[in-house]
């Protein structure tokens, strides 16, 4: 596989509230949106401007079916995580925006299912027709709360309830060949896509949010969900490892926006700090690739890069999807910071 750029999308939520100014040109890949003068925020990148267009792989409008988004946005990654290459599929934008939606799906109809379960029911059905590997599939669920890591399938969770930070905290630890290894995450064997459903849904019942006043049941914690792969060509002693990352990301409002205080604001810092070190990131994989700069990629910075690291650029398959809420009060503080690698 050649080294790809990493993808990237962007998912305007459905609303029923007055719409702002946008446009979607380029065939699809193109957004273009009016802000007037007196509504820029301070963090629109040129607020002497009051049109402002951004560029993507492709734009899914407000009636996008969650089947749309898992072709175009998740299936190649997933393709290529069963043949042998690592992938992250990640999810980013405001609270309130459709990033656990778009992540995880609803909870009423089948059909609203999200990029997780769709995945998960495409890989069992892809290892039943191919027939000349065997596969084993494993699962971790990780969160990332305050830039400290946490099991969300600890199996003493299971035993007695416990607030998430009594946990052991899960730490990085580097080897000699630079590779990275978290210790005190566990991964548990999924032979079935039921029994990796579960575990799916155990983790989601742990994960740490909080009412602010953007959202009533805002998540405050980036989560990781991974998926090791293990394939062996039926009839030879060659075995192939990789792993799929399916990340949502805590939501991306600015501090002074959402009237945090105390630890809600303490959590926002957090927050924020660690996106913009996946800004890094993904910004200098993205200019890698376009042959603009071979600068360090700094993976180091925070807990989060450090995890994606052997799943981000070079070989590996990535694609991102950032989600707008197009209602006027939304989308007059949507801004560069919110799609930041375009």
């Known amino acids: 596989m050649t080294e790809n750029k990493i993808n990237i999308f962007l ?7 007055q719409l702002s100014n946008y446009e979607i040109v380029d065939d699809g890949q193109g957004l273009v949106i009016d802000i007037p003068k007196e509504n820029q925020a301070v963090e629109v990148i040129n607020n002497t401007k009051e049109r402002h267009e951004f560029r993507f ?3 899914f409008d407000r009636e996008a079916r969650q089947e749309e988004i898992f072709q175009d946005v998740a299936l190649p ?3 290529a ?10 999810a980013y934008g405001q609270t309130g925006s459709g990033k656990t939606f778009t992540m995880t799906g609803g909870p009423e109809k089948y059909a609203d299912r999200g990029i997780i379960p769709r995945t998960l029911s495409h890989i069992y059905n892809e290892l039943r027709r191919r027939s000349d590997f065997s596969y084993q599939i494993h699962v971790s669920y990780l969160e990332i709360y305050n830039n400290n890591g946490y099991d969300l399938l600890d199996p003493s969770l299971e035993e007695q309830a416990k607030q998430l930070e009594d946990l052991p905290k899960v730490s990085l630890q580097e080897d000699e060949d630079g590779n990275i290894h978290l210790k005190n995450l566990s991964a548990h ?3 079935s896509e039921e029994e990796a459903l579960n575990l799916l849904f155990l983790g989601d019942t742990i994960r740490t949010t909080s009412e602010t006043p953007m959202n009533l049941a805002s998540s405050r914690s980036h989560c990781i969900f991974t998926l090791f792969i293990t394939a062996c060509k039926v009839g030879t002693d060659v075995i ?3 792993k799929l990352h399916l990340v949502d990301l805590a939501g991306s409002e600015r501090v002074y926006k959402t009237s945090a205080q105390g630890s809600l604001l303490k959590e926002s810092k957090y927050i924020n ?3 913009h070190f996946l800004e890094m990131v993904i910004v200098a994989l993205q200019e890698r690739s376009q ?16 995890v994606l690291r052997d799943s981000l650029g070079g070989n590996c398959k990535t694609s991102m999807i950032a989600t707008m809420n197009p209602e006027k009060s939304s989308l007059f503080q949507f801004s560069l910071h919110d799609i930041f690698v375009i």
């Open 273 to 275: 700090v660690s996106l």
């Open 291 to 306: 042959g603009k700069n071979q600068r360090h990629i700094p993976y180091r910075n925070s807990m989060m890069t450090s």
């Open 240 to 242: 192939r490892k990789s």
């Open 77 to 79: 990654a997933v393709t």
């Open 57 to 59: 792989n492709k734009v």
């Open 11 to 17: 998912r305007i939520r459905p609303t029923k509230k």
């Open 81 to 90: 995580a069963l043949d042998g290459f690592n992938g992250t599929i990640f």
């Open 189 to 191: 064997h999924a032979p």
